[in-house]
Structures are given as structure tokens and as C-alpha cells.
């Protein structure tokens, strides 16, 4: 089946820095994938749309400056939070559109738990 | 206005007992429809989908589901539960062209008692 990794799968970090979220396609090629946040025991919420080649589209209401997403290849594309604050700690779950022969559905990560001291 | 309701909130079963889980849909044209499951602190597993055809979809893990166009449901199924099962399941819907972006509901979480 579809394979999407995220690395890492946790990452703690002090407030203030930068931290880089990675999200990959392992077995198909992905122009669009998406970033969603969980909060505990909750739905996710769709943060942004990513695409390769192209700038992120972002939800309403979501901080482009603070949530950097970057799709340079049809395999990888990023997160970066930047400087990042306890507020920020969160589960953030990547996923990958495939519409090729399976047909068109994302296929998720399995997620990154960030949390900002 | 677009939405995916799952009505509820937390379910028990016992093991080897039946599972049914609702989910009710509000959206403008027949959408992509999808059932997914998340264990603990890890990311969402697809069980099955639904395109168009065959309103039984069966997935995989013994799961199945059927779209009902007049009552705007595609709830899943399993006859026989399984401890392992315990988990959250979403339903989301999706646009068959377009942004893409799937509409999820709020999630189920299943108990299975021994």
C-alpha cells in the first residue's frame, strides 16, 4: 500500500527555536500533501496545503510566517515551526495525495508530537 | 453547509460482538467517501473508501461499509470485533476534484471489552 513517513516522531524543543517536521511519500509521487494538527483527543485540523513547486495554500486563520511548508520535491515537503512556543506543542500529522492507480486519496504519516518547553 | 457527523462520541463493545459506527454526511454532490482508524499517538490508517459503484465497500481488517445516497450515510460494519480493534475511527468525505481537502468528523473511540 501507499507509504507516508514523518520524521521525527517526537521532537522536544525550547521556546523560541525553530523546528523542522519532514513528511515523505515512500512509494509514489505526491504534488500535493497536507498538514494537519491534532489536539488530544479531538478531529484533525487541516492547517495547510502543500505543493510541489508552488507556494502552500493556508487555512483561515493559520500563520503562514509561523508554519513554513516547503514541497521541493514530488517526495518530500516540510514544516517548519519557527520559533516555536509551549502553545505550539501539538500532534502535527502530514498526509499525501495519490491518484494514481489506487485512486485519489491521502494517505497519512504517522505523525510528529512536538512539544515546546 | 459541508459537514460529517459522527453521532457518536464513545463506543463499548465486547470482543466478538458486532460493530456498527454512523457517520452522516452534508455536502453539495456525491462526495469521495472514506473511513479511517488511529491508534494511540499514531497517524490515521485508511480502511476503505468509496468512489462510486458498489455501495458495499469492503476494507481491510474484516471492515466493511455501505454508502446510502438517501440518508447521506456511509456507516461501517463489522460483524465480530477483535480486542485489537480499540482505537479512534474518523469518517471524512472529500470532493471529487478540486481542492481535495477532506471534511472529517469528530471521531468515534472504540472500547472493546475482554
Known amino acids: 500500500g501507499a507509504v507516508v513517513s514523518q520524521h521525527p516522531s517526537r521532537v522536544i524543543c525550547k521556546s523560541g527555536t525553530s523546528v523542522k517536521i519532514e513528511c515523505r511519500s515512500l512509494?509514489?509521487?505526491?504534488?500535493?500533501m497536507f498538514w494537519y494538527r491534532q489536539f488530544p483527543k479531538q478531529s484533525l485540523m487541516l492547517m495547510a496545503t502543500?505543493?510541489?513547486?508552488?507556494?502552500?495554500?493556508?487555512e483561515q486563520g493559520v500563520e503562514k510566517d509561523k508554519f513554513l511548508i516547503n514541497h521541493a520535491s514530488l517526495t518530500l515537503s516540510t514544516l517548519t515551526v519557527t520559533s516555536a512556543h509551549p502553545e505550539d506543542s501539538s500532534f502535527y500529522i502530514c498526509?499525501?495525495?495519490?491518484?494514481?492507480?489506487?485512486?485519489?486519496?491521502?494517505?497519512f504519516g504517522p505523525g510528529t508530537r512536538l512539544t515546546v518547553l | 453547509a459541508q459537514s460529517v457527523t459522527q453521532p457518536d462520541i464513545h463506543i463499548t463493545v465486547s470482543e466478538g460482538a458486532s460493530l456498527e459506527l454512523r457517520c452522516n454526511y452534508s455536502?453539495?454532490?456525491?462526495?469521495?467517501l472514506f473511513w479511517y482508524v488511529q491508534s494511540p499517538g499514531q497517524g490515521l490508517q485508511l480502511l476503505l473508501k468509496y468512489f462510486s459503484g458498489d455501495t458495499l465497500v469492503q476494507g481491510i481488517k474484516g471492515f466493511e461499509a455501505e454508502f446510502k445516497r438517501s440518508q447521506s450515510s456511509f456507516n461501517l460494519r463489522k460483524p465480530s470485533v477483535h480486542w485489537s480493534d480499540a482505537a479512534e475511527y474518523f469518517c471524512a468525505v472529500g470532493p471529487p476534484s478540486g481542492t481535495y481537502k477532506y471534511i472529517f468528523g469528530t471521531g468515534t473511540r472504540l472500547k472493546v471489552l475482554a
Open positions: 455536502y453539495g454532490a456525491t462526495p469521495y
Open positions: 502543500s505543493n510541489e513547486g508552488s507556494k502552500a495554500t493556508y
Open positions: 498526509s499525501a495525495r495519490d491518484f494514481g492507480g489506487r485512486g485519489d486519496t491521502q494517505y
Open positions: 512509494d509514489f509521487q505526491a504534488t500535493t
